[in-house]
């Protein structure tokens, strides 16, 4: 079993939908971070959270320690959005690594 | 700033070559990574680094060597290419954990097909 899952592996949701990624993790971390991937491959950082919650526009990321759970929420979504949504944590302790989930593909149509 | 510069974009490497791939970054970071990534798997670490002189295997460290002289420079080495070494490579940084702890920058990628 992974370190990091994400679900669901690929999301198509037409324009304006409300959309939910989730990240489920089995380790103590000390941050999660959200990243989107976009064709073309580069790799930009939306949030990092190690407690509650974030908002930066139309996205909210939301994280529940206890659970070991995150969620990335896009609200009105746009066709600019599609793009692989990847979460990642930091594990607590000296060797302090970046897991990664496999990533989200979405693709908003219109 | 800069953030993470990584080169090259692209390279064809034949089997047996061998390449140094460039990381650089400019906002002092301790911590720096190197990973793979290969078509419909997540981003698996080979090397990462949490400070100049010290380094440590990821994941998938076979083929691949890395050494960290300074703070902003992390070069990834490929000695002996072989084709299961094609895939993009992603250099990143960080600042470090606790409260510390800063977002995750990443270089552009480099794409390698060895053939």
């Known amino acids: 079993k992974n370190e990091v899952e994400q679900s669901p592996q690929n999301l198509t949701a037409q324009e304006g939908e409300f959309i939910t990624i989730n990240c489920s993790y089995s380790v103590g971390i000390s941050a999660l971070h959200w990243l989107q991937q976009h064709p073309g491959g580069g790799i930009v950082s939306l949030f990092m959270l190690s407690s509650g919650k974030k908002k930066h526009g139309r996205l909210i990321a939301t994280i529940n320690i206890q659970e070991k759970h995150s969620s990335l929420h896009i609200t009105a979504s746009h066709p600019r959005d599609s793009a692989v949504y990847i979460c990642?944590?930091?594990?607590?302790?000296?060797?302090?690594?970046?897991?990664f989930g496999t990533g989200t593909r979405l693709q908003v149509t219109l | 700033n800069a953030g993470v510069t990584q080169t090259p974009k692209f390279r064809i490497l034949k089997i047996g070559q061998s390449m140094t791939l460039q990381c650089t970054q400019d906002m002092n970071h301790n911590y720096m990574y190197w990973y793979r990534q290969d078509p419909g798997m997540g981003l698996k670490l080979i090397y990462y680094s949490v400070g100049a002189g010290i380094t440590d295997k990821g994941e998938v460290p076979n083929g691949y060597n890395v050494s960290r002289s300074t703070t902003e420079d992390f070069p990834l080495r490929l000695e002996l290419a072989a084709p299961s070494q094609t895939s993009v490579y992603f250099c990143?940084?960080?600042?470090?954990?606790?409260?510390?702890?800063?977002?995750?920058?990443f270089g552009q990628g480099t794409r390698l097909t060895v053939v």
């Open positions: 990143a940084s960080t600042q470090g954990q606790g409260r510390m702890n800063t977002e995750a920058f």
């Open positions: 990642a944590v930091r594990s607590t302790g000296t060797a302090s690594k970046l897991t």
